[in-house]
């Protein structure tokens, strides 16, 4: 077994520099790299380039990275409900790349497994496929896009072993499973670090060969977005 | 009279079939699945990975782990299961979604659709619209015919960025139901008390009215 | 809930006629859709195209088809340990088209997730490249794979649910979880059905979505090709 | 002394490092399983779906769903996963793998293989070597330098159909270790008791001596 398995959060993020580019998992603020982006926040690099489904909210997930100024630009689907990066935006501070969101998982997937690039339907005849090779396949038109280049992928699993392997849960997973060894380097944070062996290997999302660095997060607010409930009956 | 946010979505349910699955838009979208007839079988796909989807949950039940794409706590039904980003948007992708019910900005006749940028105000992104519409082969679009100034939303040619080309085959809004065909905007049903001149008034893009025109039962 | 449930194999293999295109999971006689290749044998379908990564052994899998000169043409990456095949193949009975298996899965996958075509560098520079569109991208060179089309997807599974939702076991699971949803109809024969709400949503391999049937198998006889064993201490 | 095929497959245990996830071929490269060193971590990869493979099953432990690539019963061991064929080459075609060992009929001084078909005669398919060959930055050959009837098979130019471009990056025969470099095949290791002449004889395409050449160690 190799062993994937770091003691802190800080070791898990050795080497993150200025102007790198990063992978975030996470869909609004489920299954977001909570202590991952802590820490960024802490060693206050600056300059990224961020690949991420959404840009979180004002005062957690990335947007704590954008109140502190790190980030030169988001590669996101949807960046709504967050007025700091709006006022970024709309005032030049921050390049912004507005891409569908199966874009998004497709291209993440593609430099997890080595494909150089997909045809997509996505976008074809709007602003997204301008400058873009298009194509026809039996009738229908594609776009052609390219897989993801990034330095670190910041992943958040539920539950991990030594080995790297993981499980995630509900809909947590999202975009996290496909950024994992898209990077060159893919650092997982989970809520449960378990000795090699203790996974069923056949319950694991995700195998550890895709995982360079693996740690327990320290803590996990996991805050929720849109709180709707019904009345017990 | 033009129907409510709530009547939309009712009289849209009634194009959810037995065995549909069924992808669900923010907004009235999202209501459809309160009036979707308790006979028949249907599961609800939330881009963000889940298949099977059921109501809120009960207070105190909530599972930050468990949302929809809109963000919102949910809860699963049996036969659920979670997956990730890529396949879930394989599923739309490959077609195994049997309908997308979304919301718009704008509809052209040709069934261009717009609902996602309004340039210099409104920058939130298409998140999974764009996917959705260049995929499925059943588009319902939920939307009010004219914006606030009264001016029409179903035109000859969008004027806001696209989300899609020729795509959108059925429209529902508060004054009629519609559907896209290669000569323009069809007339299929009349809100209740609404007239054909009304409907047509409120429509830009060149409106097909073929006979009687039923009032919608809703 | 949706039922995919299906009494039996006969129901299930129902519409499968001559000249189809079948896709078959399985790796060697692992993980192979036994029950409803017995009822093909059965219903003696003629000039069929079978995907499959390997055509079976004589007496066994693909090879009881093969036997009965049911099989016109074979897509397989590996067709070893199979007399009658080579046989028909080298007399011409049989047409045959060898493939990458790792280019066999992923036309697979872009058949499910609805993608046109995919870009891979196996088999440049090779026979397999031969008539194909080549393209640089990075400085490595790729060869253009289309997504297979196929009528049938026969699929074995361990356990299942009413609502279609599959688990596979081991490496059992090879090809089959991608091969739900890349044809017309999916057909699925698992060793347990269960009622829907049995399986734990979290880990579902294959979601009910990509397939039509699924049935209890009758009998799976997992024969084994190569008993390798070490002695006990 | 030339190497036996056991003695090939210790030499190349030499080229596994602490750290890597390794793919091993049919035949001579499953034996490589068997000399690595147990002071460091390695993993075995098999393309059909399984990494962290163990050693063969205890009799009466078999179990069917659990094999190898060349179809053999097999174990894991903790810390393994299994996974669909797609994401298997995934980690391949990804360069997740570090080091793929397999066997060849032919290696080219430019690092062309062949390894998969004779026309007219073997017809078996190329499996998962095509996949391999073009994906991983690190491939070691596993060969005998002759064949039975004492031809070289190190060679100028591949005479069978290809399985890979410029891919093979090492070498390890019954008689040498061998690197592919832009010029050819250097030279790096005899086997003990083999001379720079045998080698020089048994190899058709170019070889580079450079000085005194070390007998390997195994």
């Known amino acids: ?233 | 009279m033009s129907l409510t946010k709530q009547q939309i979505a009712q009289r849209i349910a009634k194009e959810v079939k037995d065995g549909y699955y069924v992808n669900l838009g923010i907004g009235i979208p999202t209501l459809v699945a309160n009036y979707v007839r308790e006979d028949i079988s249907v599961e609800f796909q939330s881009e963000n990975g889940v298949l099977g989807m059921g109501p809120f949950p009960f207070e105190g039940e909530e599972d930050a782990d468990i949302i929809n794409a809109g963000k919102q706590t949910i809860t699963t039904l049996p036969g659920a299961s979670f997956f990730d980003s890529s396949l879930s948007f394989g599923m739309i992708r490959g077609q195994h979604v049997d309908l997308t019910i979304l919301g718009a900005m704008e509809v052209a006749q040709n069934g261009d659709i717009a609902n996602w940028k309004i340039p210099g105000k409104m920058v939130k992104g298409m998140g999974g619209a764009m996917d959705l519409v260049s995929s499925a082969e059943n588009i319902i679009v939920a939307m009010m015919h004219t914006n606030r100034a009264g001016k029409s939303k179903l035109l000859k040619e969008c004027s806001l960025p696209l989300t899609g080309v020729q795509c959108v085959k059925k429209i529902v809004s508060n004054l009629a139901v519609l559907e896209v065909t290669p000569e323009g905007f069809l007339l299929l049903e009349r809100a209740p008390g609404v007239s054909v001149e009304e409907i047509q008034a409120a429509t830009e893009g060149k409106l097909i009215v073929n006979g009687d025109i039923p009032e919608m039962v809703v």
């Open chain 1, 1 to 233: 077994m190799i062993s994937k398995k770091v003691d802190s959060v800080s070791k898990a993020l050795e080497g993150v520099k200025d102007n790198m580019t990063f992978m975030l998992g996470g869909f609004g603020l489920c299954g977001i790299p909570e202590n991952s982006i802590a820490e960024l926040v802490k060693r206050n690099v600056k300059r990224l380039t961020c690949i991420s489904n959404n840009a979180g909210v004002d005062d957690f997930g990335l947007g704590l990275l954008l109140q502190k100024h790190q980030i030169k630009k988001m590669v996101s689907s949807y960046v709504g409900e967050n007025d700091e990066f709006e006022r970024q935006m709309l005032s030049g501070e921050l390049e912004v790349e507005l891409i569908p969101q199966g874009t998004l998982a497709e291209r993440c997937r593609a430099a997890q497994v080595g494909l150089p690039a997909v045809y997509t339907p996505a976008g074809f005849g709007t602003e997204v496929a301008e400058g873009k090779e298009t194509r026809e396949f039996d009738g229908k038109m594609y776009v052609l896009e390219h897989a993801f280049k990034a330095d670190f992928a910041f992943v958040k699993a539920w539950k991990g072993d030594e080995a790297g392997n993981l499980i995630f849960k509900g809909t947590a997973r999202n975009f996290n499973p496909i950024m994992c060894g898209a990077a060159k380097v893919t650092v997982v944070e989970v809520e449960e670090l378990l000795p090699a062996g203790e996974l069923d290997p056949n319950q694991i999302h995700i195998p550890g060969i895709f995982v360079q660095r693996i740690f327990q997060g320290e803590k996990f607010e996991k805050r929720i977005e849109q709180r709707t409930v019904r009345n017990k009956k």
